[in-house]
C-alpha cells in the first residue's frame, strides 16, 4: 500500500465517521441539575459512613493499644 491509497483510505474512513456524527439527534433537551433530595441523601449516607468508620478505626486502636498494654505488663 503507497501513500496515496494510505491518505485515500483515511479520508473514507473520515467520511464515514462524519456520517455517523452526523446522524445523531442532539435537538432533545437535557435535564438541568440533578434532584437535590438525592444529593444530600447521598451526603448524608457518606457522613454517616465516615463517622463509623472513625468510631471502627478508633476501637481497633484502643483493643490493639490495651493488647500492648497487656503483653508488656
Known sequence: MNFLERAETNERRDARQGDAVSQIDTTEKLSGTPET??????LCGLGVAGVAMLGWICAL???AWRLVDWLLS
Open 37 to 42: 433530595e438525592n444529593s444530600l441523601f447521598a
Open 61 to 63: 486502636g484502643w483493643i
